[in-house]
């Protein structure tokens, strides 16, 4: 495709380089896919605690998301082992649009990160309400305390002197176990509390995977330009 003799073996390089970066990003694609479509399939309680519109539209936003990184690494794919500069340059145009997308999305979820706490206590706070009237909402409770091992909102107290029974460990598990507010079994950590330390202790984890797919993304980037340009 009119590389010198330098360049032939730098243009080989970079080109196997980034079919081997969308190789893996189309693999990855294909994992989060899975993933999204093995959750569906196999609904666990979090469907019942958080509500099914939430939980099952956040999955299918993953699984979409999943598609499009594979369907955009076939294209990358081919338009390096092809030499096509027009493939290229349009794989190059929508990796910095998703790019800067995904800056855009980590600043403004960053920013109304507290939204998150805020609608999410709405959620519950409705829920405690109508727990002793509605039995989807009992369900939930129950589910979420027993599986998580949590109490309340906030503490025990939001309860008003009335536990269920979800909110102590059964000493012998499968037992009816009458729960109060002064027993050695009760769990002691509220329910949001326990949301909000959960997603402060898997931050650093999430940090990681968006900085790592930031910096493989740039490369990608840098490495679809330098072959556009060397392919006459």
């Not at 990855?28 to 569906?40: N, S």
């Not at 507290?114 to 129950?142: C, F, G, M, P, Q």
């Not at 909110?167 to 002691?188: I, M, Q, T, V």
């Amino acid at each position: 495709m009119g590389f010198g003799r330098y360049m032939d073996s730098c243009g080989a390089c970079m080109k196997y380089t980034l079919f081997f970066i969308n190789l893996l990003t189309f693999l990855g694609g294909l994992a989060i896919a899975g993933l999204g479509i093995y959750m569906i399939v196999d609904k666990t309680f979090t469907i019942k605690v958080l509500g099914a519109s939430l939980y099952t539209g956040a999955i299918y936003v993953l699984i979409a998301t999943g598609i499009l990184v594979a369907l955009i690494s076939c294209f990358g794919c081919f338009g390096a082992a092809q030499e096509v500069r027009c493939m290229l340059v349009t794989y190059f145009i929508i990796i910095f649009l998703i790019f800067v997308t995904m800056l855009v999305g980590g600043i403004l979820g960053y920013v109304f990160r507290d939204k998150v706490e805020t609608s999410l206590r709405i959620t519950l706070e409705s829920e405690l309400h109508s727990y002793n009237i509605s039995e989807d909402a009992r369900k939930k409770w129950d589910d979420m305390q027993n599986g998580f091992g949590c109490c309340g909102i906030d503490t025990f107290r939001d309860w008003k002197g009335v536990l269920p029974d979800s909110c102590c460990k059964s000493p012998h598990p499968g037992l009816p176990y009458p729960c109060r507010e002064h027993d050695s079994n009760r769990f002691a950590e509220g329910c949001l509390t326990f949301f909000t330390h959960l997603v402060s202790k898997n931050a650093a984890i999430i940090g990681g995977v968006g900085i790592a797919l930031a910096c493989v993304m740039l490369l990608e980037m840098i490495f679809a330009c330098a072959l556009a340009n060397m392919i006459e």
